[in-house]
């Protein structure tokens, strides 16, 4: 597909990667330990992808959330899929705590406040790329 940021790009940085998806970490002030799994190859929605190659993304994204609980204890998790800026299929792993900036609102909405302990949140980062990569091994 022409000019497509995820097809051109890793989309941020890169802990895990195999022959069918990658997941990376996304640089967010607000949201430290947010994951992306970016499946390789072009596709738009999760019906177009074979039934395996589905559920092999899906256990991907579980692994991810796993991860990301163990190491950030965060007070949800949020799984997203939207895709409407860029149509190429990805889920939001994103842990969100009662006093993050947008919290209950989705993190794509008007803030409501200012993150609070993100010292603490960033020092966990360390441990999240080794948990994702022993992970996946
Ligand atoms: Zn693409």
Known sequence: MMNCELCEQDGGEVIVKNQQLR???IDDANYPGFCRVIWNA??????????????????????VEQAVREVMH????????????????????????????HFPQPIWAASTRASEQLEQKRARLPQLRDVLQSTFK
């Open 74 to 101: 965060p007070d949800k998790i949020n799984l997203a899929s939207l895709g409407n800026m860029v149509p190429h299929l990805h889920w939001h792993v994103i842990p969100r705590y009662l006093d993050d900036a």
């Open 42 to 63: 072009h596709a738009k929605e999760m019906t177009d992808l074979a039934i395996a190659d589905r559920s092999a993304l899906m256990q991907a994204v579980c692994k």
């Open 23 to 25: 997941v990376v970490l």
